[in-house]
């Protein structure tokens, strides 16, 4: 079996990042092989000293913020044979997560999975769009979503191959919910995993008034490309 490449992004909060890199390292390789590969946005903090110091991580300096789809397509196309992870920095992982993430993908042939997010009324299972492209999320529900969380989504190499990178015109939010979209306009099935369920230190990067700002950037592109209310 060939290694799974967990691509992580980093900007800053140290703190979050030590223990996303602590909970992957928890899981052991010989069940499921990983190898880990940062890629840091120009972090100020110490987050650089930090992960120069892991002899287990591979570590690419971009220098400035690239945004999440350049980071991550970077390392996506370092590998061009691999299943990726794409992983933020502020996710706290299960023992066995990515052993259950591989076997559902391959074993209910799903071209992505994705977790379940730990919130205080139960699981974040997903989420389905309005009319204006307006994203609201399934808690405990059974609805099938519309998309799942780029947080921490596991996709096939064969996905990767069918429907290309993340598209780098979103500089944050919604690259997730536009690469669900083209799984579905070509039948590619994905799925949240409700047997793996993880902490979100949701958006430790941003204020809450620069992700509102991201957001409606993001969501206005996204109802122009596909055809939503804008």
């Known amino acids: 079996m060939k290694e799974i490449i967990i691509s992580i992004l980093t ?30 946005n120009g972090s100020t903090d110490r987050t650089l000293d930090y992960l120069k110091g892991l002899s287990n991580i591979q570590l690419i300096e ?67 769009l309005d009319a204006s492209a307006k994203g609201q999320s399934i808690i405990n529900g059974n609805a099938k979503p519309d998309w799942i969380t780029g947080s921490c989504l596991y996709i096939r190499r064969s996905t990767i191959d069918s429907i290309g990178y993340l598209d780098e015109k979103y500089q ?38 620069q992700k509102k700002q991201m957001m409606e950037a993001s969501r206005k592109y996204f109802a122009k490309k596909w055809g939503y209310r804008a």
């Open 62 to 128: 971009n220098g400035e913020n690239l945004g999440f789809s350049k980071a991550h397509n970077k390392i996506m196309k370092m590998f061009p044979d691999r299943d990726v992870v794409l992983l933020n920095n502020d996710i706290e992982l299960p023992f066995k997560w990515l052993p259950t993430l591989n076997h559902c993908v391959y074993k209910r042939n799903l071209g992505a999975v994705s977790p379940a997010i730990k919130v205080p009324d139960g699981l974040d299972v997903g989420a389905v």
């Open 11 to 40: 900007y800053n909060k140290l703190e979050y990042t030590k223990r996303c890199i602590d909970s992957i390292f928890k899981t052991p390789k010989h069940t499921t092989p990983y190898s880990v590969v940062v890629s840091d």
């Open 172 to 209: 944050f939010y919604y690259e997730d919910v536009d690469y669900c979209k083209k799984m579905t306009e070509i039948g590619i099935k994905f799925e949240c995993i409700r047997d793996v369920v993880v902490v979100h230190h949701n958006s430790v990067s941003s204020s809450p008034f």
